[in-house]
């Protein structure tokens, strides 16, 4: 062995130091590391856990809001449809009370129209007697002669009734 | 009494004195004629206030009453 260049002392001094490094190190370092590394693993999994949730709740987060936008849509256009028909009905509503309310206004014309013709007749009427009065007045002014007034104060005064 | 007549022509003593008889007047009434040729025919009688229209203007204006 010393024609090799093998200290047989050194070799067990070695071996030795080895296998107390070996103990030491089992027993004090490869344990807490073993178990730091397995930390480390468990550590890892459960930050790809965590990492797996979140992008599954994401995933959900933005079906949700799909979801909701839909729906949003959806009672968006039945809430405008609705206004739309109340808008419709609300302005045929108003076409008819408007044409209720001109047919009220056209009837009341016709009236007053009526009340001023009738008016306006009997003002006529009465301008055309009275311009009649004044020409048969004109008339017989001199019309009738003297023995004509006379035959007339003749039988006014024979008509009249003698008064006590 | 005081008798105002009123025609469209001067009466003459007949006329008058039928109308005398007519209104019974007595010797001491009054009775004017008064000549207005508005009245066309007839005549007034104006007794104190009491008025007795026969004039033809009247009737006339009666018939426009009428008519209208």
Redo the contacts between chains.
Sequence with gaps: MESLGIDIKLLIAQIINFGLFFYVFKKYLAKPFASFMSDEAKLEKEKERIMEDLKKKEEELTTSQNKAKNLMKKELDVALKKVKEDAARLKANLIVEAKKDSQVIIDKGKKQIEVERAEMEREMKKKIVQLTGLVLERSFSSYLSSDMQKEVNKNVLKNLPKLS | MTVQVI???K?DND?LT??R????LKEGDTMTNVVD??V????IIN?DGRV?D?S??TQ??N??KL??
């Design positions: 025609s469209s022509y009466l006329e039928e109308l008889e007519k209104l019974s040729r508005s066309i025919a007839g005549m007794l007795i026969l033809f203007k006339l204006k018939l426009q008519v209208l």
